[in-house]
């Protein structure tokens, strides 16, 4: 059974440039969520997303959409690139409402 | 407000000694509490879940306690590896179903030296 799956693991892009990332869930798992982890920070839940629709959503602009889905696997997009948008992709799977997250390892984007 | 603080934000120990790391939260209602691992530009991975009526959760040389009453969490480390040297994260989960979310405390990092 295949762990959590992110793409790309490493790019960089430039100020104003639009990305997208990619994450496949484990076996079983029907939703997936998304953050952002600046270097030496937390992670920021930018949303999840659950039978194709975003579900919950946290504190980040409309530049930042996403979409899922029929076998689960999710995209993020970002539009307009930041500087401040460089950090550690993570996409975490989980069974809708349930409790365990498993992570991936992350995509890591640098904005020049 | 709903926040987890963690402390210490820092910490060094040597190898094969045991430490503490402490969670404090004031988030309402409560889920659940959990302690993730998470290795310099990796993933966190979960290390234990605990519910209300769990006091005690242990996963290898990782024990985690949990006082509800006090909103007080601990993650005790034995035995420390150099393994062991990453960012301990502390996460609330606050309310249910639909309107579940997660707070997350910073962190600790802990370095193990040999």
């Known amino acids: 059974d295949a762990g959590v799956t992110q793409s790309p693991t490493h790019l960089i892009k430039t100020r104003g440039q639009q990305v997208t990332l990619r994450c496949s869930p484990k076996?079983?798992?029907?939703?997936v969520s998304w953050y952002q982890q600046a270097l030496g920070q937390g992670p920021q839940f930018i949303f999840q997303?659950?039978?194709?629709?975003?579900?919950q959503r946290g504190n980040f602009p409309d530049r930042f959409s996403g979409h899922q889905f029929p076998n689960y696997s999710s995209e993020l997009n970002v539009n307009a690139l930041l500087l401040g948008d460089s950090a550690l992709y993570l996409c975490?799977?989980?069974?809708?409402?349930?409790?365990?997250?498993?992570f991936g390892e992350g995509s890591r984007l640098t904005v020049l | 407000k709903n926040q987890v603080e963690q402390s210490p934000q820092s910490l060094i120990i040597l190898e094969g000694k045991n430490c503490t790391l402490q969670?404090?939260?004031?988030?309402?209602?409560?889920?659940?509490l959990r302690w993730y691992k998470q290795d310099t530009g990796r993933g966190p991975v979960s290390l234990t879940i605990?519910?209300?009526s769990e006091n005690t959760k242990s996963n290898g040389r990782y024990t985690a306690t949990l006082d509800a009453d006090t909103k007080q969490s601990s993650l005790h480390i034995t035995a420390s590896q150099l393994s062991d040297s990453a960012s301990y994260i502390c996460?609330?989960?606050?309310?249910?179903?639909?309107?579940?979310?997660?707070?997350w405390g910073l962190g600790t990092s802990l370095a193990v030296n040999p």
């Open positions: 076996s079983g798992h029907d939703t």
């Open positions: 975490a799977g989980h069974r809708h409402n349930t409790g365990e997250l498993f």
């Open positions: 996460v609330v989960s606050r309310g249910a179903g639909n309107n579940r979310k997660l707070i």
């Open positions: 605990m519910t209300f």
């Open positions: 997303y659950y039978e194709e629709e975003e579900r």
């Open positions: 969670c404090n939260y004031t988030v309402s209602p409560f889920s659940n």
